[in-house]
């Protein structure tokens, strides 16, 4: 497995279908298994590991997001990835002056929270795109809007580039994999699994026709009594992550909560994770 | 000659070097010129023929710039052009919800007196890059601050795509060439040649050691006298575009003027154009 650390040590494999796993590192199995899959799908895979400090905001965990290259380049290895791409801060920022932003689907939920996030977010992605040039790209369900924000920026922007979106890989006791889960102490992480739980007795009682508001008064009430701050908790349609009134095959349920300093995100749709 | 109207049609092909030539039609013998050099320098070459409305400002000559396709595709044929990529504005903006956009180099000059022009130009090539996915890209020098925001856009933002500026093309009397030349009347056509000799003027007094404040206060006064309204003149370095209070080998002498209705830019450098 390479290693490379400058946009100019790659060069593009000309004819081989070229798979990008784009991550901030901290591999867990939800990053593992999007690896997986760019294997089976491509002839070459490729990952970035890049902790982008320009997608946190002032107050958030930049500083101290976990960083372990040696274990995360031992897993990409460990599941065939081809080569990495592990730039430092200078490399991909001698400069910050130019900006890719998507109105619309970046406004609501995270954006709300996370002013500036997706700025950050489609910045970057646009960067690993040049860089990478890959037919493929492979993202976790698990950040929804985060796929809804590419998936636009990629249909605006022309960009040559399949994308994949892949399904939240969970725990045993059902909570979504997440390199920001080693923050919680185990009281906390042991509690941390009634968010999928909420959710899923949200959506079967949204699956019975209760009315969409009166599953979500109570879900947040749950979540609540649960010890969860809840940001928010909303059905929503996953092309322009707008609210539902209504169900639809393809709608889901988000929610973003806070357990003690640790933010969680999740969502779950009708049928699946 | 290929004409291609939608993204999906062009298929880079693998192992040739794709030169390419964005346009806005009206072509002239200054986009003649970018042509002919990607001809000698790739072996397939791509122009586009766009008229782009979001690099327009609601004032701006939009509905009226001129338009004669069937005059544009002879004149790429006649050059030597393998394929045009003629799009309508439906194809190129079923929505308009992603920008990108430069900072800093983007803002005096041009950026000042038509605010969201320069967003239009990098968004509209950062689509036509991808779309054509070209290996060089070739521009004029006569738009010298497009030349310098294109560059920090590629640079910030990784582009696989080589840049090349090319020298402006001059009418017989100086006068740069541009598709926006055929609005002046004849009167006026003959008085915009001054506005060349102004600035070769003002580069023989710099050359010979005069303060550069003291130059551009001749010059603007020289172009008022001949009629010319000017939104700026001014000595340049153009990396940055910001005004320099000395001569370097690189710098540039830029202005802008009103004749009638019609706006006229040039530039030069000290020893060309």
């Known amino acids: 497995m390479r290693v490379f650390r400058v946009p100019q040590e790659w060069r593009k494999p000309e004819g081989a279908r070229v798979g990008f796993v ?3 590192g901290a591999l867990h199995e939800g990053h593992l298994s999007l690896m997986r899959q760019a294997r089976r799908e491509c002839a070459v895979v490729v990952a970035s590991i890049f902790v982008n400090p320009t997608q946190f905001g002032p107050n958030e965990d930049y500083e101290r997001y976990p960083r372990d290259e040696a274990e995360d380049l031992r897993l990409c290895e460990s599941v065939g990835v081809d080569a990495v791409f592990a730039p430092d801060v200078r490399t991909m920022y001698p400069r910050r002056t130019t900006v890719v932003a998507v109105r619309g689907v970046t406004e609501r939920w995270e954006g709300a929270f996370r002013p500036g996030h997706f700025d950050g977010v489609t910045t970057v992605v646009a960067k690993l795109f040049h860089i990478v040039q890959p ?6 369900l698990k950040d929804l809007q985060q796929c809804a924000v590419i998936r636009r920026m990629v249909e605006d922007l022309n960009f040559p580039v ?7 890989v969970r725990e045993p006791d059902g909570l979504a994999m997440s390199s920001r889960n080693r923050y919680l102490t185990s009281e906390e992480r042991r509690r941390a699994s009634s968010l999928y739980r909420a959710l899923c007795e949200c959506r079967s009682e949204a699956a019975e026709g209760r009315s969409l508001a009166i599953t979500l008064d109570r879900v947040r009430m749950r979540l609540e009594q649960e010890g969860f701050a809840v940001d928010y908790v909303a059905w929503i349609d996953p092309q322009t992550m707008d609210p539902v009134d209504r169900l639809k095959e393809d709608s889901r349920l988000i929610a973003a909560v806070r357990l003690g300093g640790v933010r969680l995100i999740d969502n779950i749709g009708l049928h699946e994770d």
Not at 135 to 140: E, Q, T
Not at 162 to 168: I, K, N, S
């Open 22 to 24: 784009p991550t901030m």
């Open 162 to 168: 399949e994308l994949r979106f892949c399904a939240t």
């Open 135 to 140: 037919d493929a790209a492979y993202f976790g």
